[in-house]
């Protein structure tokens, strides 16, 4: 397997159809669906479609990109981190990511924006990341801060918050 990146507990890698089970798995899991609604597949068939549009995106090397994260000390899948393009600004991207509720709290977030932060800011022409939170999810908000974004806005209206309360937008300049 041919990994990406690493970190110090983490193992970055492109998508593999075996990981549609787990990938559809984690996304099933409440704090995923509470706060990233959209971010749910219908069933292990839509997985392994997104599997297959995320690994030709890796690989011809456009956005979304998409990536699958490994806990290195088992070779467990326990979440995704990617970016995609801001509408209208070619050297902007939004980053975001996931850990599976099991490894969530054991600062693998926090590790994992850190290094595709630098991931992105190092291999494409990007100059402004952001992170886009719905309020109310103070974890998230924290991983951001920890990793240097700032708070620029909040935004109403958005398509990915169902619940009408508004999105917190964070904001790192590379």
């Given at each position: 397997m041919q990994y990406i990146f690493e970190t110090e507990h983490?193992?970055?890698?492109?998508?593999?159809?075996?990981d549609a089970r787990c990938l559809y798995k984690n996304h099933l899991e409440e704090e995923v669906k509470?706060?990233?609604?959209?971010e749910s597949y219908a069933d292990i068939e839509e997985t392994k479609e997104a599997i297959n549009f995320y690994t030709d995106c890796v690989n011809n090397k456009h956005l979304p990109y998409v990536l699958a994260v490994e806990l290195k000390s088992t070779g467990e899948l326990i979440g995704d981190t990617g970016v995609n393009e801001v509408e209208g600004n070619l050297?902007?991207?939004?980053i975001g990511y996931g850990i599976c509720e099991k490894?969530?709290?054991?600062g693998y977030a926090?590790?994992?924006?850190?290094?595709?932060t630098e991931y992105?800011?190092?291999n494409f022409e990007i100059s402004i990341l952001y992170g886009r939170v719905m309020h109310g999810n103070n974890a998230s908000v924290r991983v951001l801060e920890k990793n240097g974004y700032?708070?620029?806005r909040e935004e109403f209206g958005a398509e990915d918050d169902p619940y009408g309360n508004g999105m917190l937008v964070y904001k790192k300049v590379c």
């Open positions: 983490l193992k970055i890698r492109k998508f593999e159809l075996d509470k706060w990233i609604p959209n050297n902007e991207v939004e490894y969530s709290g054991k926090t590790e994992l924006l850190m290094a595709m992105v800011a190092e700032e708070f620029v």
